[in-house]
Nanobody, 120 residues
Framework: QVQLVESGGGLVQPGGSLRLSCVAS????????MGWYRQTPGNQRDLVAG???????NYADSVKGRFTISRDNAKNTLYLQMNTLKPEDTAVYYC??????????????WGQGTQVTVSS
């Protein structure tokens, strides 16, 4: 069974930066599209950035130009570099399979997520 462990969240002021990491167990990581999702209270968990097996990327309009998703297949690790953070980026961030904004591709059990709070 796959286990996902997110880390790197914290409290940051508007305009600041954070880098999130997600370590995935299992042997299928390198061949699957992977993505970062975020959820705020009362809302659904939405994909914000995805990276495919060929390392091509997809981003939600709200984070384009500010966030960069990447993967290190040798380490089974997914990253999200978040720059120029805004208060509206405040959420719990999760990783899972999926890089397509039109189709739900999150199929692994969810991890605990990591809290990102952007506030002055």
């Amino acid at each position: 069974q796959v286990q996902l462990v997110e880390s790197g969240g914290g409290l940051v002021q508007p305009g600041g930066s954070l880098r999130l990491s997600c370590v995935a167990s299992g042997a299928m990581f390198s061949v699957l599209p992977m993505g970062w999702y975020r959820q705020t209270p009362g809302n659904q968990r939405d994909l914000v950035a995805g990276v495919n097996r060929d390392f091509s990327t997809n981003y939600a309009d709200s984070v384009k130009g500010r966030f960069t998703i990447s993967r290190d297949n040798a380490k089974n690790t997914l990253y999200l570099q978040m720059n120029t953070l805004k208060p509206e980026d405040t959420a719990v961030y999760y990783c899972n399979t999926g890089s397509n904004f039109e189709i739900n591709q999150a199929v692994w059990p969810w991890g605990q997520g990591t809290q990102v709070t952007v506030s002055s």
